[in-house]
């Protein structure tokens, strides 16, 4: 069993998937995504955007938004989905890291958005690669999760207006899962 935000010992079990990616750059198309799964209740607790990078510096958006249908299409690979327990089951929510963009399904609304600053893929001398991270975190807002339930429903991390150029990153996402 896990421990919560407050304290109190819980049934969930926790799991991470990160990774690298170059993104696919379609604006609003997940190049990230988190897809429900039969007979769990997923529960998306954080994601981690780090060091994006393009060809030139640029001001972009990210954002997360919750789909009722599921996704299809596109390119994409599988991180590795890792317990946060070692004696945790394996994971069945599916996480998909998309270099050619999907169809996103239907929109049920984006949750969060924050313009980050990207540096160019040769920064500045000095220039900090952490300006530009994007961190969300539902644990931090003492509220619900955003939750999946089913194999439709998925949550996707987006670019609103696509950037200039392909983006490269590291990223990190965590959730959890029991029964439903």
């Known amino acids: 069993m896990g421990v919560d935000i407050i304290g109190v010992k819980s049934a969930r079990r926790t799991y991470r998937a990160s990774g690298n990616l170059v993104a696919a750059v379609t604006a609003n198309a997940p190049f990230l995504d988190i897809l429900g799964a039969a007979g769990k209740v997923i529960r998306l607790t954080r994601i981690k955007i780090h060091a994006p990078t393009l060809t030139a510096v ?50 049920v609304g984006q949750l969060s958005e924050r313009s980050v600053l990207a540096q160019a893929t040769t920064p500045a001398a000095g220039a900090p690669y952490d300006e530009g991270d994007f961190d969300w975190s539902y644990a931090e807002m003492n509220t619900e999760f ?35």
């Open 58 to 107: 640029q001001l972009i958006r990210i954002a997360v938004a919750k789909y009722s249908t599921a996704i299809s299409g596109g390119t994409s690979t599988n991180p590795n989905k890792v317990p946060l327990d070692s004696q945790a089951q394996a994971a069945a929510a599916v996480v998909a890291a998309y270099t050619v963009a999907p169809t996103p399904g239907t929109l």
């Open 146 to 180: 955003p939750t999946l339930r089913g194999i439709a429903e998925h949550i996707g991390v987006i670019f609103p207006v696509a950037p200039a150029s392909a983006v490269t990153f590291s990223y990190m996402i965590e959730w959890t899962e029991d029964g439903n």
